[in-house]
């Protein structure tokens, strides 16, 4: 007769063949488990890695967009500049000439004086009207100069407002 083993070795061999049989269980299902957390860990470096490069992308283009505003408005800025100096210049010019070519000639009394100084942009700076007679003999008027020098300095207020108007223009335009 063959001798059956012994209890004690059946449940060693038992135990061993479950100990194995987890083993292989573990590596078989925990293997492809690894590999799909690598290659999802590798998807996630890569986005990262081009959203990154975007980002970059995108700061580097609105840095060069920033420095190429600063750029334009300081080109504007020295347009406008110099279009100022030179208007200054010519109205230091119109001024001597008109100088040279009025003489004084009463144009306008004070009642017209008065007129125009309710209108809106003039600035005649007369003195407040006085009551009754002493109104009339108040005697203020405008000499050909004064109103040489009041169409002069509307000119000069108006073409500083349209180079303002232009160089506001040009910036919000797109550039070349």
């Known amino acids: 007769m063959i001798g059956l083993p012994s209890t004690t070795l059946l449940w060693a061999a038992g135990l061993t063949g479950a100990v194995i049989g987890a ?3 573990a590596a078989v ?3 492809p488990a690894r590999v799909m957390v690598a290659n999802a860990n590798a998807k996630v470096a890569t986005l990262e890695r081009d959203q990154a490069r975007q980002a970059f992308a995108q700061a580097d283009a609105n840095s060069l967009a920033l420095a190429s ?7 504007l800025t020295r347009q406008l500049s110099s279009a100022r ?5 010519l109205k230091k010019d119109l001024q001597h000439e008109l ?3 009025t003489d004084g000639r009463v144009c306008l009394h004070e009642p017209a ?3 125009l100084d309710r209108a809106a942009g003039l600035a005649i700076d007369l003195p407040k009207p006085a009551g009754g007679a002493a109104r009339a003999d108040a005697g203020h ?17 108006y073409a500083e ?3 303002r108007l232009d160089a506001l223009i040009d910036w919000h335009e797109a550039p070349e």
């Open 141 to 157: 008027a405008a000499t050909d100069a004064d109103l040489a020098g009041w169409a002069l300095a509307a000119g000069d207020a």
């Open 99 to 101: 100088a040279q070519n």
């Open 69 to 75: 505003a600063f750029e334009r408005g300081n080109t």
């Open 113 to 115: 004086l008065r007129v």
């Open 161 to 163: 407002c349209v180079r």
């Open 85 to 89: 100096t030179e208007a200054s210049r």
């Open 23 to 25: 083993l292989i269980g």
């Open 29 to 31: 299902t925990d293997g």
